[in-house]
T-cell receptor, first 109, second 114 residues
Framework: DAKTTQPPSMDCAEGRAANLPCNHSTISGNEYVYWYRQIHSQGPQYIIHGLKNNETNEMASLIITEDRKSSTLILPHATLRDTAVYYCIVKEGAQKLVFGQGTRLTINP | DAGITQSPRHKVTETGTPVTLRCHQTENHRYMYWYRQDPGHGLRLIHYSYGVKDTDKGEVSDGYSVSRSKTEDFLLTLESATSSQTSVYFC?????????????FGPGTRLTVT
């Protein structure tokens, strides 16, 4: 499974877009990019996934570079409730996810 | 929210005692997982199940056993609890959706072994 690299922490102002980067330079052709988040004391929550194309759902957008070596999760209008640890996971099948340290995102009022 | 419950939510036990954690789902999902979460380690997979009576080990399975006699229940047992098993335990479920297995997590069980 490809290894991912994320910044340990980020800050963002409430109402602004939060852009969370993830590097996965060893990703293989069949591996998907998944994003989960974990709000304090809760279980992780699935956000979005993608293979090659950019994806958008009600929670976020996922931008994957053309070479697929990096991606960015975008929360378009961050709120205080988006404060959480965000995990970028690269895996062919999501049956056995491997969670790294993630990025601790703090949304400031 | 996916119908996943974990019991107990909190437990304090003594070293050497057996402990069983329960995960119950109402989604009829095929796959179930047990993770533990510790500071500095993120979430680590302990065991998982791909059907009734079908289980396999994860990356940190030593000292743990699991059982799944019904689709809806996945039990994690610590035969003889040790202080190193003090952790927060999360259960997750998944079903194949298109080509991925989106996982849904339970609320967690905080276990303290004294």
């Amino acid at each position: 499974d490809a290894k991912t690299t994320q910044p340990p922490s980020m800050d963002c102002a409430e109402g602004r877009a939060a852009n969370l980067p993830c590097n996965h330079s060893t990703i293989s052709g069949n591996e998907y990019v998944y994003w989960y988040r974990q709000i304090h004391s809760q279980g992780p929550q699935y956000i979005i996934h993608g293979l090659k194309n950019n994806e958008t759902n009600e929670m976020a957008s996922l931008i994957i570079t053309e070479d697929r070596k990096s991606s960015t999760l975008i929360l378009p209008h961050a709120t205080l409730r988006d404060t959480a640890v965000y995990y970028c996971i690269v895996k062919e099948g999501a049956q056995k996810l491997v969670f790294g340290q993630g990025t601790r995102l703090t949304i400031n009022p | 929210d996916a119908g996943i419950t974990q019991s107990p939510r909190h437990k304090v036990t003594e070293t050497g005692t057996p402990v069983t954690l329960r995960c119950h789902q109402t989604e009829n999902h095929r796959y179930m997982y047990w993770y533990r979460q510790d500071p500095g380690h993120g979430l680590r997979l302990i065991h998982y199940s791909y059907g009734v009576k079908d289980t396999d080990k994860g990356e940190v399975s030593d000292g743990y056993s699991v059982s799944r006699s019904k689709t809806e229940d996945f039990l994690l047992t610590l035969e003889s609890a040790t202080s190193s098993q003090t952790s927060v335990y999360f259960c997750a479920i998944s079903e194949k959706r298109e080509v991925i297995y989106e996982q849904y997590f339970g609320p967690g069980t905080r276990l303290t072994v004294t």
